[in-house]
């Protein structure tokens, strides 16, 4: 039952989950769900995985919270890690996707008043989503998430996604843009891949007009799509990346990497963040990485959605109400003609935790741990619900 002493933010939420393991739930009478939404793209290594399980015991018997005033060598050696493994420079660490955009797109205020722009404007897409803080709702490409917030924040121009003429366009009218904010693959805008280029042709055309190109990777990246950020499989390096979600497997943390001029705009005094980067959080963090890159999960997770995409046309292709199946590794939206949260309400009654997103859209952002078989299940019980929607 929802409790009238929360904010009434989220709607009613009928099912309480009490317990995970891997890629099971179960909740307050005991029933068992396969869980293919992983907390929405938060547990990529399955609910209390041993090495987080233990890390976070270690770290929590012998200092929880120290503050930024002083070293924290798990933060050191997180941002260390996470260098090394993306080629980006200077890490900021926060608690949330929404925080580590904050961070980026003042990066991108810092850098445009720096080069002497007054109102350093910021590229966003539309459809897209970065966060519910004013400057993140304001980045977000969604009027649902804006209304009744207003007024929104100035130094933000919409162009469409998967569009670089719109770019190239904006380059020749507007000479305050500092930066683009782009997800690599839409998430909450319902799993839009971009064309294969697109990225790239964004890295040159930023390149051309001296713009910071900034990837919000709080859905696709710790592994999810197939590689530890998604951009790495376009061979690129963007100058700022945020990472959230999948990053401390339950634990909250968000990153904003940064590379180049973009590293070093910030000085002493300018951000901060209480809690952010704490030892608990980046004790998680670290456990969460190593996992990742020690069970070789991005592979796994290049592989297992390859079988999924294949289960999944199998069963589908020849279903007039499915427009399309997409996505890239364990990130997957299944678009249909008709909506989609009644397939989520009967999953969810077949022990099945999907969800859906854009009103038409199942998303689809299983563990990395997922078995074989465990995939096979899912597709077993999803199908049969897609086909019966229309
Ligand atoms: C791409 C993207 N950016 C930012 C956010 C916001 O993250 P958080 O809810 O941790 O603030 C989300 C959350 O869904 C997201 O998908």
Redesign the pocket.
């Known amino acids: 039952m929802t409790s009238k002493h929360l904010m009434n933010t989220y709607g009613d939420r009928a099912l309480t989950l009490t317990r995970g393991e891997g890629p099971w739930l179960w909740d307050s009478d005991g029933k068992r769900y396969l869980d293919a939404l992983s907390g ?1 793209a938060v547990c990529g290594l399955g609910h209390c995985h041993p090495a987080v399980t233990r890390a976070l015991g270690e770290q929590a018997s012998t200092l929880v919270h120290c503050s930024n005033l002083y070293n924290i060598p798990a933060q050191q050696q997180l941002a260390a890690r996470l260098s090394d493994i993306s080629g980006m420079e200077r890490v900021f660490f926060c608690n ?4 580590a ?1 904050e961070a980026a797109i003042k990066v991108a205020r810092l850098y445009g008043h720096g080069k002497g722009i007054d109102t350093p404007t910021i590229i966003v897409m539309e459809q897209s ?4 803080t004013m400057a ?1 709702l304001t980045a977000t490409g969604n009027r649902k998430v804006q209304a009744g917030f207003e007024p929104l924040l100035r130094g933000f121009v919409r162009a469409p996604f998967n569009d670089l003429e719109a770019l190239e366009t904006i380059a020749r009218n507007n000479s305050s843009v500092v930066a683009v904010l782009v ?1 690599p693959i839409q ?2 805008g319902g799993v839009r891949v971009p064309a294969e280029d697109y990225l790239q042709k964004v890295r040159a055309l930023c390149d051309r007009q001296g713009w910071l190109m900034m990837l ?1 990777e ?2 696709t990246g710790a592994g999810r799509t197939g590689t530890f950020f998604h951009y790495q499989q376009h061979n690129l390096l963007p100058d700022v990346v945020t990472i ?2 999948g990053l401390g497997n339950g634990v909250p943390i ?1 990153a904003c990497l940064t590379r180049g001029t973009a590293a070093n705009v910030m000085q002493p005094g300018n951000h901060g963040s209480t809690f952010g980067g704490n030892p608990l959080a980046c004790a998680a963090g670290l456990a969460t990485v190593d996992t990742l890159l020690s069970e070789q999960l991005m592979e796994r997770a290049a592989e297992l959605g390859g079988r999924l995409q294949r289960a999944l046309t199998e069963g589908l292709g020849d279903c007039p109400h499915v427009v399309e199946i997409r996505g890239r590794g364990l990130m997957m939206g299944i678009e249909l003609t008709v909506p989609s949260a009644p397939v989520v309400a009967r999953a969810l009654e077949e022990g099945l935790i999907v969800n859906s997103t854009a009103e038409r859209v199942i998303r689809l952002l299983p563990p990395l741990i997922l078995s074989d078989e465990q995939a096979d299940e899912l597709v077993a019980t999803l199908v049969p619900l897609i086909r019966a929607a229309a």
């Open positions: 929405i949330s996707g929404a925080e955009n989503f970065h966060g519910r993140t997800e998430g909450e919000d709080v859905q959230a979600k968000g």
